[in-house]
């Protein structure tokens, strides 16, 4: 018993002795203190952030201006803004479709078109990179496909996919399925090859199988890749769908955009593409707050960057 | 916890043989040492000697080309449980949290979370580290994750542990700690140690026997015994008996060293600046 007192005061020494002191924990403010504390902590934050948030805001408002600028004065030198829709009218615009519920039904139809194709991408890209990252046998009978196939981009399949597939709706979700699954299978590869092979060695040390070794660290070991991959190919699916709606659709956001150029409704292009761009700022930022929830040790991991 | 008669490990006439390529290493030769249960063996010797090698077999990683090497009598086939290894790199799962890393043995025997979640808070207990149960790996110091990769090798009850210069990236200070707290826990766990290092002081402060290994192909030079009484404690390390411990073991050390030098400025290394080791050290060749 008296190692175990020994070892415990000496803990602490450890600390002071070693000069290692962990890393932050989470502060906990008495209650009284607890507003000023806020208080404080929204002036730091503001001085640090402030000249930032105002660059922001300077940023977005001359793309704003200049946008604002050409088209109430239909500027034209080379460049010719006389037929773009102003800021107003695509406002007004977005306040009119809402009438109908097309415009909706679109978005909704995009969405489901991206969830289905990703959703197929993230297992079989996620599973097969694993797979093929992990295993000889499985890279050399299944990666010399990938690479035959990976150069020819999503859109390149859009004639293919249509003959490929019973109907439209199905070729298009192929095509998304396809711009997301490449992205995704590359970066599971490399995230599997990353993992530090000192880690293997401990789990088999810990008495690890392959089994529960491939379960317990190499899924988790490559997650940080896997989740690059999923950002990359989920901005590919966007272009793909956008591009596969464009040509090919009935329903979208593509085929919306396309549908207003083909009817001469000027603002309902500027619309479209807003609602493309939110779109996909809305699908990247899903997958990064998934990614955070997923692994909270990896803002630990990535404590020196700044 | 203690297993008395288990955990003792019998290398005889040992010989490790690496293909690189075109080239062949013999990176052990005829080795015989012994550790027995419950001892606490040092392997000490200048770097690329194979000490590493030796621990590598042990632990199931590598297959020895001649010889034998035994763990309680029986030839290892493989890494596993029964031997826990602490790296020298740290090797924690950053995606686990400190207790789920010492959780993490137990869990691949299939022990239900109920009884896995108390053992390893147990263990963190008597290294100091409980307050740090649900810290991730990437928050803690390296003496820290150093103590956290100790805890979770013994998390499964070994029969040994096998340790791969596991202070040599922590400073001085945090080293000299680390060498307490693991005296401390060896008492108390009473399983065998194979401990690599190549500081001298750390295998005297820390073994009941020590083995000098020469420059490669390494072999086994000579046998020391350590007879300072346990517990171990810092103030040993100014006394005539542990000084002269120190002495003994530099001047066996710095004979391989020179030698290990030598062979690679034989390769090529240095030969072109026009030095030479000879038996004073580094000479310039006129």
Known sequence: MSTVRALRKEDPVTVDRGGEEPAPVTPTAAPPEVASAVHNAALLWLRGNGISMLLWLISIGMLLGIWYIGTKYKLEFYIRFTNVPTPGEVLQKLSHVNESGKFLLNIGISVRRILIGFSIAVVLGATLGLLIGRYRVARDLLFPICEVLRPIPAIAWVPMAIMLWPTNEVSIVFITFLGSFFPILINTIHGVHSIDPVLIRAARCLGASEFRLFANVILPGAMPHIFTGFSVGMGVACVSLIAAEMISGQFGVGYFTWEAYSLVSYAEIGLGMITIGVLGLVCSGVIQVIGKLLMPWSSYANAGKK | ?286
């Open chain 2, 1 to 286: 916890m203690s297993e008395h008669c288990r955990g003792a490990i019998d290398i005889t006439d040992l010989g490790v043989v690496f293909n690189a390529g075109s080239n062949v290493v013999q990176a052990v030769s005829s080795v015989t040492m012994d550790v027995k249960s419950g001892e606490f063996v040092s392997l000490i010797g200048p770097s690329g000697c194979g000490k590493s090698t030796l621990l590598n077999i042990v632990a199931g990683f590598v297959q020895p080309t001649s010889g034998s090497a035994l763990v309680d009598g029986a030839a290892i086939r493989g890494p596993g449980s029964d031997r826990g290894v602490v790296f020298q790199q740290y090797s924690l799962f950053p995606w686990l949290t400190v207790r789920k890393n010492v959780e993490f043995g137990l869990k691949m025997k299939g022990v239900p979370v109920a009884q896995r979640v108390p053992q390893a808070r147990t263990l963190l207990g008597l290294a100091g580290l409980l307050a740090f149960e649900n810290h991730y790996p990437d928050q803690l110091s390296g003496g820290m994750k150093q103590r956290v990769g100790i805890v979770r090798a013994l998390a499964t009850s070994p029969q040994m542990l096998l340790m791969d210069e596991p202070f040599g990236a922590l400073d001085a200070q945090t080293r000299v700690v680390m060498q307490e707290i693991l005296t401390n826990m060896w008492q108390q766990f009473r399983i065998s140690v194979l401990f690599i290092t190549h500081d001298i002081e750390e295998s005297i402060f820390l073994s009941d026997k020590i083995y000098v290994m020469t420059a490669r192909p390494g072999r086994i030079k000579a046998e020391i015994k350590v007879p300072l009484l346990r517990p171990r404690t810092p103030e040993m390390t100014y006394t005539p008996a542990f000084i002269g411990l120190v002495q003994q073991l530099k001047a066996l050390i710095r004979e391989e060293s020179l030698a290990a030098m030598g062979a690679e400025l034989k390769d090529g290394g240095l030969t072109g600046f026009g030095m030479e080791i000879g038996p004073q050290g580094i000479e310039k060749v006129v």
